[in-house]
């Protein structure tokens, strides 16, 4: 049986650790936890866990960070892994991003910061299904 994990890609250490402890507290132990500053750190570590057999079943990343936009990280991880759920939560996204991540399919949720816990975790259920262990 497989491991599937939830990867936090934000260039804020506090806002992963905070999205982090909101997961773990609903969720617990049905999932494992990454979390990664960047959208190159990010790709490194789904590559390194996919290998050793952990399966990413949802991505949920930032918007403005240093060397790659969330739309493009999220681009990749969708060419790369059209499996995997996706999203964006952004307090800086523009419109023009924000539609062509709708229009071409990037993510599948886009949640605007300050985000509400509740609406967090009904996005997670309703993307990783509520019995996805």
């Known amino acids: ?20 402890q909101e997961l773990q ?5 049905r999932f494992i936890y990454e979390t990664a500053l960047s959208a190159k750190e990010a790709l490194f570590i789904i590559d390194e866990l996919s290998a050793e ?10 918007w403005l960070m240093p060397g790659m936009t969330g739309d493009d990280f999220l681009a990749k991880v969708k060419g790369m892994h059209p499996e995997i759920k996706t999203i964006l939560l952004t307090g800086h996204a523009s419109g023009e991003s ?3 991540m709708k229009r071409e399919e990037l993510t599948d949720s886009i949640i605007l ?4 816990r509740d609406e967090l975790i009904q996005e997670v259920e309703a993307l990783v299904g509520p019995e996805s262990a």
Do not use: N, Q, T
């Not at 910061?113 to 509400?116: G, Q």
């Open 25 to 29: 507290s609903h969720f617990r132990e």
């Open 1 to 20: 049986m497989f491991k599937k994990a939830i990867l936090c890609v934000d260039d804020e250490a506090i806002i992963l650790l905070s999205v982090k």
């Open 98 to 100: 924000m539609e062509r």
């Open 113 to 116: 910061k300050p985000w509400k």
């Open 53 to 62: 057999g952990i399966v990413f079943i949802l991505v949920i990343s930032d």
